[in-house]
């Protein structure tokens, strides 16, 4: 739910590409179905809003350590980086 982009198609192009920078989606959509989606698509987490922030940060660290010597260190895309 980007202002001018589908998210979950961003990240199946990066995907695609071959890109591997760990993703966690943050989002209000909470069916089954999106999660699956949003895995599917590529990410390495998906979290539903309204969280806690101690639950974000576990999830960051776990992203972080899967992707330890895998993921580029930037991640550029247009003019986002």
């Known amino acids: 739910m980007l202002s001018d982009a589908n998210g979950l198609d961003l990240l199946a192009e990066l995907r695609k590409s071959g890109e591997s920078v760990p993703v966690l989606i943050m989002t209000a959509r909470d069916a089954i179905d999106d ?9 390495g987490n998906y979290l ?3 969280f806690d922030v101690d639950e974000l940060f576990a999830r960051l ?15 550029v895309y247009q003019d986002i980086f």
């Not at 999660?35 to 990410?43: P, V």
């Not at 660290?61 to 991640?75: Q, T």
């Open 35 to 43: 999660r699956i989606k949003g895995l599917d698509c590529g990410a």
């Open 48 to 50: 539903v809003k309204s």
């Open 61 to 75: 660290c776990s992203l972080i350590r899967r992707a330890k010597d895998r993921a580029e260190l930037e991640l």
